[in-house]
């Protein structure tokens, strides 16, 4: 949104620039706000046509406090009740239309940076459907693939450098007559975003999922790890941190394939065929994806914390990149370097639980440790072009009459393949459908209350550098304007409902679901509420959201339908993330699609229309005290102990104190929601004044709550995560940590830095609490 704040937002925008998280950013935003707040009561009163989109009073549940003003409409508008909104939204997004959407984005590749062509499409079809719209670029620095080889060399003669070859590696996805995706000549090979170039011939072990656990197993077993190369099972943990583990313990570099044990039973080994004849894992199928350390960092790694412009200061990314290399193979391509370690070294099954179940015994593998016999080594080459390159977000923004009480919706765009039917472009799909959908509601008159803001974005793969960049640059505008962030990557995959969110999202996600027809059908009319286990993770990180949740402070959630145990295995960044497989075995009927889009679209109008901000403190009070419960078990475990010189005793009461409070605020807006649906005659004008006084006070606080929880110091060893309370776990990535300075500090049996991340969150935790009472 570069050019198009408002001029308020702009001088706040200016005079905020630097320093960032200074309390007095926040402090000075809210006197211009609160002074504001008269200004635009007295505005709601003189300018109601402009502003409040009712027409027949009584009949409207929409805008209460438009009762005072019946017979208006909106200029150009018939006027809309919030019912009729949700109508809109409901039967707008449409299954061919989502397919056509999906159609366009697998069509050809689209690479972080390598399709200005998608991105200008997905802006003209914005803009066609209303919704001003803008390419906003930044300069970032990744890897594009040059060259590969991963060989098994026996007898290799390190004087004259002679040797056979056991086996080459192909490296290569079939190419299926069915799924024309599969052979288009400018495919994009197997390679890792941020893997590092080199060239290195060693022994090799394998190291299971080469999570941190499975590595002090390794060492406890006295295998030896440095100047070898690991192989790896993808799963469990983020990939980059699995590389990241192998050359601290001064591995050379990484291969990392997919075991079937992955994919239950839908496995060829137990009965099922293989894409493209049914629904078990094509044997050829690769995982490409980021290495980079996304526990440490988001964003371009060379520009921490700042957005990555021509000319921006650059550090070496090496905190948060490998240098060693690393490639991605095939399970086809893995059998034979697993079986050749059968017989060297432990075996896998004598070890604890976390190694039991590989999926390829059938095939003759014994899971051997290894390192591999001395007359066979791995000859692992890596060629990677990094350069400093364009990528483009698409952004698009409809006005609402409070500029600054926004909500934004994301889903990036690129992919690591030509297709990408699933992983982003089913949500991309389903954003148009959100979009038009918006659409055809201010066609019919509508003008949203708040402000929406529409983010397309590229280079997520890599390490969700186009949302973070934006974030980066525009946090000034997010800290002080922003109300949630909704984000969708994955829409579609499979028939079950994924959530995760800030706690104060729960309650609009719950009553959004309850509004949309579920995908499955086999009870008539029964919604997506009925068929779902609402179980609402913590936010980790590994898409777009975290920028906002975790760097900015920005209340966020995630949503996408993925595999059930017996849905057809999906070919995660691999060539058969396709349309043909999407239209087969992924989403056949486009149900999900749409499902997808009309629960955004629910969750994104609520959150902009209602008049008190649908936001609840209790329901985040509560996950607090919990997470806490969580931080003591762990403690109890750790070295630490119970009787240590760490107490709980000061978090217990400072989380106590915000959880009344909580409860005291969201009790205060009920009955402000109460008070706002009974008429006020139009000569007591006054009340209706500072009833909007009231309302739009408290929205700041809604607004403003889960600002408090940054720390400006950010995590030990990881200063860019700047929450207290969300983080991806350091070794895990995906899955997300809570309370985690002092949660690794109790780990790490460090006391001083347990008392000090004791203080620093009931700092924060007070924070909270005065905030709401003020
Ligand atoms: C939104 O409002 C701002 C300030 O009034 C204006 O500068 C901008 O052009 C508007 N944007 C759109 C998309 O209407
Ligand atoms: C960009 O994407 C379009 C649509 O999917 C595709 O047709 C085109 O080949 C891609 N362009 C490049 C340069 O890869
Ligand atoms: C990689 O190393 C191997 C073995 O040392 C050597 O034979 C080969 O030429 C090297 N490849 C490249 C591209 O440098
Ligand atoms: C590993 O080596 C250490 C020291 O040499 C020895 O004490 C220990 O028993 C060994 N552990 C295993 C599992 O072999
Ligand atoms: C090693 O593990 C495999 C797979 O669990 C098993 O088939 C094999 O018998 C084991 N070998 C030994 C020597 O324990
Ligand atoms: C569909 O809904 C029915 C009834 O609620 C339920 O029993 C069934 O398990 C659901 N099927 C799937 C695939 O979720
Ligand atoms: C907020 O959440 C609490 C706890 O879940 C619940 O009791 C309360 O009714 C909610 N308030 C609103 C306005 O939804
Ligand atoms: C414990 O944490 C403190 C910071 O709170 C740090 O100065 C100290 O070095 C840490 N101790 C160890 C053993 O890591």
Redesign the pocket.
């Known amino acids: 949104m570069p050019d198009e704040q408002t001029p308020l937002l702009a001088v706040v925008r200016v005079a905020q620039r630097r320093p960032r998280y200074q309390h007095s950013t926040v402090r000075r935003f809210c006197t211009i706000v609160l002074s504001g707040a008269l200004v635009v009561a007295l505005i709601c009163l003189l300018l109601p046509a402009a502003f409040l989109p009712v027409a027949d009073g009584p009949k409207s549940s929409y805008l209460p406090w438009a009762n005072p003003f019946p017979h208006q409409a909106w200029p150009g508008g018939d006027g809309m009740t919030y019912e009729e909104l949700q109508t809109i939204l409901l039967q707008t997004p449409n299954e061919v239309e989502a397919r056509k959407s999906s159609e366009?984005?697998?069509?050809?590749?689209?690479l972080a940076g390598?399709?200005l062509?998608?991105a200008l499409w997905t802006k003209e079809k914005w803009e066609d459907y209303g919704v001003t719209s803008s390419i906003v670029a930044y300069d970032v620095y990744l890897n594009y693939p040059l060259d590969h080889r991963l060989a098994l060399l026996e007898g290799v003669d390190l004087a004259t450098n002679r040797h056979k070859i056991r086996y080459e590696c192909s490296l290569e996805e079939d190419v299926l007559d069915q799924d024309p995706t599969t052979g288009l000549s400018?495919r994009i090979p197997t390679f890792h975003g941020y893997s590092a170039s080199g060239n290195v011939t060693a022994p090799y072990v394998y190291v299971n999922f080469g999570t941190y656990k499975d590595f002090e197993d390794l060492l406890a077993a006295n295998v030896s790890l440095a100047g070898n190369i690991a192989i790896a099972k993808y799963g469990r943990v983020f990939r980059g941190l699995k590389v990241k583990r192998a050359q601290e313990l001064g591995m050379v570099g990484m291969v990392m394939y997919t075991d079937p044990q992955e994919d239950g039973e839908m496995t060829v080994a137990s009965g099922y065929k293989a894409y493209p004849e049914g629904p078990a894992r094509n044997p050829s199928s690769v995982q490409r994806g980021s290495t980079q350390y996304n526990s440490v960092l988001a964003g371009d790694p060379t520009t921490p914390g700042i957005p990555s412009k021509p000319g921006s200061p650059r550090v070496d990314p090496h905190k948060a990149i490998p240098s060693i290399p690393s490639l991605p193979i095939s399970y086809r391509d893995a059998l034979p370097l697993l079986k050749a370690l059968n017989g060297y070294g432990p075996n896998a099954s004598h070890f604890n639980k976390y190694w039991q179940g590989g999926g390829l015994t059938h095939e003759g593998v014994d899971y051997n440790i290894g390192p591999s016999p001395d007359s066979l080594v791995l000859n692992l080459m890596n060629a990677q072009e990094y350069t400093t390159t364009p990528i483009w977000n698409v952004i698009g923004v409809i006005n609402g009459s409070i500029p600054d009480e926004a909500i934004i919706l994301g889903n990036h765009r690129d992919a690591w393949i030509a297709g990408g039917a699933g992983d982003p472009n089913s949500g991309s799909a389903a954003f148009n459908e959100v979009i038009r959908a918006f659409s055809v509601a201010m066609q019919a008159g509508w003008k949203p209350l708040r402000t929406l803001v529409f983010a397309s974005w590229d280079g997520e793969e890599y390490g969700l550098l186009g949302s973070t960049e934006w974030v980066e640059e525009y946090l000034p505008w997010l800290s002080a304007g922003s109300v949630a962030y909704l984000n969708v990557d994955v829409g579609s995959v499979g028939p079950k409902l994924n959530a995760a969110a800030s706690p104060l999202l729960n309650k609009v996600i719950l009553e959004a679901a309850g509004l949309v027809p579920s995908p499955n059908q086999t009870v008539q009319g029964q919604t997506l509420l009925d068929t779902w286990d609402k179980r609402i993770k913590t936010m980790g990180s590994g898409s777009d959201f975290t920028a906002f949740q975790d760097f900015a402070g920005i209340p966020s959630l995630d949503l996408g339908f993925k595999e059930a145990p017996n849905s057809p295995v999906y070919h995660y960044h691999s060539n058969y993330d396709s349309f043909y497989w999407m239209d087969k075995f992924g989403d056949n009927q486009w149900h999900c699609h749409i499902t997808i889009a009309k629960l955004w679209a629910q969750i994104a109008m609520q959150l902009c229309e209602t008049p008190v901000l649908s936001l609840n403190t209790t329901d985040y009070a509560l996950a607090l005290s919990r997470y806490l419960e969580g931080v003591k078990e762990k403690a109890k475990k750790s070295t630490i102990g119970e009787d240590s010189a760490f107490s709980f005793k000061f978090l217990d009461h400072a989380t106590s104190e915000l959880q009344a409070a909580a409860t005291r605020f969201d009790t205060y807006t009920a009955n402000l929601i109460l008070r706002l649906s009974k008429p006020v005659p139009w000569w007591q004008w006054w009340k209706t004044v500072k009833l909007l006084y009231e309302v739009r006070k408290a929205n700041t606080k809604y607004k403003l709550l889960e600002r408090q929880f940054l720390y400006p110091g950010g995590l030990d060893h990881r200063p860019w995560f700047k929450h207290v309370v969300f983080a991806p776990g350091r070794w895990t990535g995906y899955s997300g940590a809570t309370y985690p300075g002092l949660a690794e500090s109790l780990e790490d049996g460090n006391v001083t830095n347990a008392v000090r991340w004791g203080e620093i969150i009931v700092e924060r935790l007070e924070g909270a609490k005065s905030l709401l009472e003020k």
Do not use: I, R, V
């Open positions: 366009y984005y697998t069509a050809g590749p689209h390598k399709n062509s998608q400018d």
